[in-house]
Structures are given as C-alpha cells and as structure tokens.
C-alpha cells in the first residue's frame, strides 16, 4: 500500500495580515520570498515520499482554484473542498475515509501547509523514521525540540528511551510563561509541530473510539467519494458534523501514541515576529523582503511590493508589511493586536480584510 500525503490549506492566516487576507490566505504566498508559496514548498517537501498522484490538498471550496493553479498536477479528485471550516479533526477524517476507498491501508501523513522547515534532509529522515514507527496501532506525530518557554504551542510529554519513536505521556495545550518554562527545564516535552503519520486502518478505529458519530458521518460517504456526488454529500456532512481538533478528539485519548523528536528548523510561521525569527537578516537584524533604503533603522521586519521603493528613517523593533490595499506598521512586541487591526478595518470596509 502506498504513502499518501494530505496537506491542510484551509487556514485563513489572520496573524499575518495583511499579507494573509480572507480570499487569498498565506498558504498561497510566497512569504519567505524564494520563489514558491508555502503551498508548494510543502508538497515538494516530500518527493521522494509519496508519489504525486498520492498528494492530495483539504481546502476550502473557495481555495480549490488557487490549490489546482499552484499545484497543477493535481487532479479534481485529489483538491478536497470544504463547505465550512470545522477544525482539523474534520478535515483529516474526510481525507482518510475518501482515501481509504482506493487504498484502505495506505500510511497517511498529514501536514500543514504553512509551516516552515529549513532543515529539509532532516525532516525527510524524521518522516521516514515515523512512517516506519506508524505500525498498526501506532499513532505518531513529530515534536520540535524546543528553544525557549514559548506559550504559543502545544507541549507533548514524552517517556524517556532508546527508541527513536518515544511513547507519549500527555498533551498540553499552549500553557502559561511558567508552566511552559517549567517544561523546557524538565527535559522530556517537545513543541507539537500538528504532523502526524498513522496507517488508515488505526485512524479509523481511534476515530470510531472517540468520535464515532464522526466516523459514522464519514463511512456513510464511501459510495459517493470519487464520483460526482461527493460535494453534495460533503455539504451536508459539513453542515451537522462536530467542529474539534485531531489533538483534542483522537491524540490526546489514543493509547499508543508516539513522538519523533525532530530538529528541522522548524516554525508554524504563526506570526511576523517568528518571519523575523527565521528570515535572513542585515547586519542591523533587518528582514527584508521588498526595494528598501534604510536610515538608522534596525531589528525590523519589512515586506512590500518590489515595485515601490520604500524608505524608513528611525525605526526600531517594527513590522512594515504591505500588500493590496493595505499598509501596516506596527512594533512587533504588539503584533497581538493584528486580529483587532483586521476586525476594525473590515468593519470600514470588507475588501480590507
């Protein structure tokens, strides 16, 4: 039975706007300004892996055309289109179950589609040691080793041993400064970076465990995948099924989960302070991606049109981001307020957003 590959792109990104806008999320950008979008990164990530005819993308119906336009070599039937956003677990269970209608042992890996990794060959390896570990009833995800007590993840507990797969011993859900430094000084817990690799067959047993009626609603489809009735079905399916994630619906309640510690430069790009992070930068740890010329300007994150040149004197720990019809300048140790930026300047107007 084959690999196969489903990659998440239905995020609407509103950490990053206004690069990341409603109709055209940052999945679709080429945010770190090498040529290719997250998106594309992704797939090709894993050649190698699985074989192109194996990929398929989970989008929403509005994306499906932006999905086909960067990845061309996707068939209809490999673009899944969402009716409604209802979390991941959803989202993987409409994957798994079409899926398993061609292959119903395949392995599936899944994997966000805007999630940095920079250490390519490493992560390869990690995805190759997880596909291996993902035995009937293993379910196995990847856990970054973490570099500071950061409160915007998730933690995964690991049980010390030889193996490369370690068993997994609990999950917490973004913890406080504290709790979260405590962890980084025990040792033993990982960032879940939400990849996860598990055969069919045991997803849907965790799946019919935990969340039956979603199992159910899925199973139901088997006769439609693959025809034209499919999207009908999905609608109504969308319409009445549990929003919940794959963290909180399966992982967290599986017996025989197991974590693969992975060093893969990685980065869930969840904001503009972390495009900083990762970005290359100047001798004054300027990340630049746009026609500049800076005056005693440092520690700033800009991002703009090549065809407009952009000049700053003065600035100091600042995002300058603009795309579209929108220019925003903010101080990076008050990117929290992105989400109330957008909510306002849709209310002025929605193209804004």
């Not at 795309?323 to 989400?339: F, T, Y």
Request: glycine share 6%.
């Amino acid at each position: 039975m084959p690999n196969c590959l489903v990659i998440m792109a239905g995020g609407i990104g509103t950490r990053f706007w206004p690069i990341s806008r409603s109709n055209y999320p940052k999945q679709f950008h080429d945010v770190l300004g090498v040529g290719k979008t997250m998106l594309q990164q992704t797939a090709e990530r894993f050649e190698g892996i699985v074989a192109p005819e194996n990929i398929y993308v989970v989008t929403s119906e509005e994306f499906a055309g932006i999905v086909q336009e960067q990845l061309p070599f996707l068939s209809p039937d490999q673009i899944l289109k969402e009716p409604q956003r209802k979390n991941t677990a959803p989202c993987i269970a409409y994957a798994a179950y079409k899926i398993s209608k061609k292959h119903p042992k395949a392995k599936l890996i899944v994997a966000p589609a805007d999630h940095v990794i920079l250490k390519e060959e490493a992560f390869k390896a990690r995805v190759h040691e997880a596909l291996e570990a993902a035995k009937e009833p293993v379910l196995v995800t990847l856990g970054i080793v973490p570099t500071r007590p950061d409160t915007g993840y998730g933690y995964i507990q690991y049980q010390e041993s030889t193996e490369k797969a370690k068993s997994v011993k609990t999950f917490t859900e973004k913890p406080n400064v504290e709790l979260a430094q405590a962890f980084l000084e025990s040792g033993d817990y990982v960032w879940n970076a939400g990849l996860f690799v598990f055969a069919i067959p045991t997803f849907k047993h965790e799946l019919t465990k935990h969340l039956s009626r979603l199992a159910e609603q899925f199973e139901e489809g088997r006769a439609f995948y693959y025809t034209e009735e499919e999207p009908d079905f999905i609608r109504k399916v969308y319409a009445v099924c549990k929003s919940i994630s794959m963290d909180n619906g399966i992982m967290e309640k599986a017996r025989d989960v197991k974590v693969i510690l992975a060093d893969i430069g990685w980065s869930d790009l969840g904001t503009w302070k972390s495009l900083h992070e990762i970005n290359e930068k100047d001798e004054l740890q300027n990340a630049v991606d746009a026609n500049v010329m800076l005056y005693e300007t440092k520690d700033c994150i800009i991002k703009a049109p090549k065809d407009k040149l952009v000049v700053i004197h003065g600035l100091s720990n600042y995002i300058v981001a603009e795309h579209g019809n929108v220019l925003m300048i903010c101080p990076k140790d008050q990117e929290q307020q992105v989400k109330q930026f957008v909510e306002d300047a849709t209310k002025l107007d929605p193209n804004y957003s």
